[in-house]
């Protein structure tokens, strides 16, 4: 009855406070911000809950936009993610503006929880997300030492309760060639644009080699300055990804070998620098699952998938899950036609059917704090569950 009574609280809180986060979540949407830069985002989100009751520690695990708001004391430490950096051109192409608001939100009202049953809500502002890994930065410095539970969600196409995330590490590379006017003395240069192409296309061919669910995929970053000039220079950043770390080691040796492979033949001469983070995959906890899509559809969404076996992508959260009990949950703002990573996704995300997903989220995780720390055994079952899978 208890757990009844904190969840109507909850929903009347945040539709109190709708149009407030949906302000917040525009306003960041306005100002797409990239990687540990995210100041005026990282500034708002963390203002709005200090302005809230909550304790607030800015610059945390040495990053400047990283910031730790808590709420409470004691046991169990409930951590709620807070994403907010966007996508060079595309901006808010993945929806982070409803990722930090929904998490905010859902600290906000889980006050009321803290306040009749005890415990403690943390929300965590992770800057970095899409390629940079913050939060593997601040799991190294501590900063989920003291943490139980982990929960986020993400904005989608369909509701689903856990997804696939692959292990992931970035790889760049430089060819280094001779210029030489391209007409008159070609066989004077040594063309590392050449390499590069000659790289991606060994990689295509590699990859009907791998595994399903493995994915290779690249940019060129630089590929010369002039077409009469035959390239001395070339740059190029990949992305490597595996379901488990066993495939990602042994795919980065083949990989490797397509940008050696490219310098022999082009007489280029080849550097590298594989990233000094890697994504993890993500751990799923089945019971949190559970608990999480419950309360979403007891607010009218139907959970589309349960558990969708096909990979999403990768994140830093995959990290969180392997040291601490997570659930990842995505929520429809968009139509199946729309993919993430797209300016129609990013139309999506400050649309009405967005600031609704980012209303149901922040619910539902509350409502999910409530019965972590309202329910007997709940928390026990949870730790079970990250301990046997």
Same mark, same amino acid.
């Given at each position: 009855?208890?757990?009844?009574?904190?969840?109507?609280?909850? =929903?009347?809180?945040?539709?109190?406070? &709708?149009?407030?986060?949906?302000?917040?979540?525009?306003?960041?949407?306005?100002?797409?911000?990239?990687?540990?830069?995210?100041?005026?985002?990282?500034?708002?989100?963390?203002?709005?809950?200090?302005?809230?009751?909550?304790?607030?520690?800015?610059?945390?695990?040495?990053?400047?936009?990283?910031?730790?708001?808590?709420?409470?004391?004691?046991?169990?430490?409930?951590?709620?993610?807070?994403?907010?950096?966007? !996508?060079?051109?595309?901006?808010?192409?993945?929806?982070?503006?409803?990722?930090?608001?929904?998490?905010?939100?859902?600290?906000?009202?889980?006050?009321?929880?803290?306040?009749? !049953?005890?415990?403690?809500?943390?929300?965590?502002?992770?800057?970095?997300?899409?390629?940079?890994?913050?939060?593997?930065?601040?799991?190294? &410095?501590?900063?989920?030492?003291?943490?139980?539970?982990?929960?986020?969600?993400?904005?989608?196409?369909?509701?689903?309760?856990?997804?696939?995330?692959?292990?992931?590490?970035?790889?760049?590379?430089?060819?280094?060639?001779?210029?030489?006017?391209?007409?008159?003395?070609?066989?004077?240069?040594?063309?590392?644009?050449?390499?590069?192409?000659?790289?991606?296309?060994?990689?295509?061919?590699?990859?009907?080699?791998?595994?399903?669910?493995?994915?290779?995929?690249?940019?060129?970053?630089?590929?010369?300055?002039?077409?009469?000039?035959?390239?001395?220079?070339?740059?190029?950043?990949?992305?490597?990804?595996?379901?488990?770390?066993?495939?990602?080691?042994?795919?980065?040796?083949?990989?490797?070998?397509?940008?050696?492979?490219?310098?022999?033949?082009?007489?280029?001469?080849?550097?590298?620098?594989?990233?000094?983070?890697?994504?993890?995959?993500? =751990?799923?906890?089945?019971?949190?699952? =559970?608990?999480?899509?419950?309360?979403?559809?007891?607010?009218?969404?139907?959970?589309?998938?349960?558990?969708?076996?096909?990979?999403?992508?990768?994140?830093?959260?995959?990290?969180?899950?392997?040291?601490?009990?997570?659930?990842?949950?995505?929520?429809?703002?968009?139509?199946?036609?729309?993919?993430?990573?797209?300016?129609?996704?990013?139309?999506?995300?400050?649309?009405?059917?967005?600031?609704?997903?980012?209303?149901?989220?922040?619910?539902?995780?509350?409502?999910?704090?409530?019965?972590?720390?309202?329910?007997?055994?709940? !928390?026990?079952?949870?730790?079970?569950?990250?301990?046997?899978?």
């Amino acid at each position: 009855m208890e757990a009844k009574r904190l969840k109507e609280k909850i =929903k009347r809180e945040l539709e109190k406070r &709708r149009g407030e986060l949906v302000e917040l979540s525009l306003k960041i949407h306005a100002n797409p911000e990239l990687g540990f830069q995210e100041v005026k985002a990282a500034s708002w989100l963390s203002g709005y809950l200090e302005d809230s009751g909550f304790r607030v520690e800015r610059g945390i695990a040495g990053l400047a936009t990283a910031w730790r708001a808590t709420y409470g004391r004691g046991k169990p430490g409930i951590a709620l993610l807070a994403e907010y950096d966007a !996508l060079p051109e595309i901006g808010h192409g993945c929806g982070h503006n409803i990722i930090a608001t929904a998490a905010i939100g859902a600290g906000v009202a889980s006050k009321a929880v803290v306040d009749a !049953l005890g415990g403690r809500v943390i929300v965590l502002g992770t800057p970095g997300e899409e390629t940079q890994g913050g939060k593997i930065d601040m799991i190294n &410095r501590g900063v989920f030492d003291d943490v139980d539970i982990a929960v986020m969600v993400h904005p989608s196409m369909l509701n689903i309760a856990m997804v696939k995330m692959l292990a992931c590490i970035s790889l760049e590379v430089e060819f280094f060639g001779k210029a030489a006017h391209a007409a008159v003395q070609p066989a004077a240069g040594i063309n590392a644009l050449e390499a590069v192409i000659s790289a991606f296309t060994a990689i295509n061919s590699l990859r009907q080699h791998m595994r399903e669910e493995a994915r290779v995929h690249g940019i060129i970053t630089d590929g010369g300055a002039s077409p009469n000039v035959v390239p001395p220079h070339s740059a190029a950043r990949f992305l490597v990804r595996a379901a488990d770390y066993g495939y990602l080691e042994e795919l980065k040796g083949k990989v490797l070998n397509c940008f050696k492979g490219a310098a022999l033949t082009t007489g280029a001469r080849l550097e590298y620098r594989w990233g000094d983070k890697v994504y993890a995959p993500l =751990k799923n906890n089945a019971v949190l699952a =559970k608990l999480f899509s419950e309360n979403l559809e007891s607010l009218g969404r139907h959970i589309d998938i349960f558990d969708l076996p096909v990979p999403i992508g990768s994140s830093d959260m995959g990290n969180v899950s392997q040291v601490v009990p997570s659930v990842h949950p995505m929520i429809a703002v968009a139509s199946t036609g729309v993919s993430l990573h797209s300016v129609e996704f990013a139309s999506a995300a400050a649309s009405e059917a967005g600031h609704a997903g980012m209303l149901d989220a922040a619910k539902a995780m509350a409502m999910t704090v409530a019965d972590v720390i309202g329910q007997p055994g709940a !928390l026990e079952k949870i730790r079970q569950a990250f301990q046997g899978s």
